[in-house]
């Protein structure tokens, strides 16, 4: 099972990316698949995840209304769109997954996710 994160780079405010995490080795579309963020001496934070054990996908409080996940299973592949990007959304995003449900509570939380792609660096500045 492997996954890789790629599209960052360096974009303007209120600029979009498009996110890609391309995966391998997975045989069900009931993996959660999420999206994480760690800025430069802060905790790593959970930002968005998808999965059929949810049926809708799910958001961290600071980017709901601007970034958009969704999933390409022929391609393997889950986006994140990100639209209206701030200074604050500056960091390295990784993707990561985990086969087995989680309480809606937890599933933004990192430390229950045992599969890791590398990262890939967000830069929001003028």
């Known amino acids: 099972v492997q996954l890789q994160a790629s599209g960052g780079g360096l974009v303007q405010p209120g600029g979009s990316l498009r996110l890609s995490c391309t995966f391998s080795g997975f045989t069900s579309d009931y993996y959660i698949i999420a999206w994480f963020r760690q800025a430069p001496g802060k905790e790593r934070e959970g930002v968005s995840l998808i999965s059929r054990f949810y049926g809708y996908p799910m958001y961290a409080n600071s980017v709901k209304g601007r970034f958009t996940i969704s999933r390409d299973s022929a391609k393997s592949t889950v986006y994140l769109q990100m639209n209206d990007l701030k200074p604050e959304d500056t960091a390295i995003y990784y993707c990561?997954?985990?086969?087995?449900?989680?309480?809606?509570?937890?599933?933004?939380?990192?430390?229950?996710?045992?599969?890791w792609g590398q990262g890939t660096l967000v830069t929001v500045s003028s």
């Open positions: 990561a997954a985990r086969k087995t449900r989680l309480n809606t509570s937890a599933a933004l939380t990192a430390a229950h996710y045992d599969i």
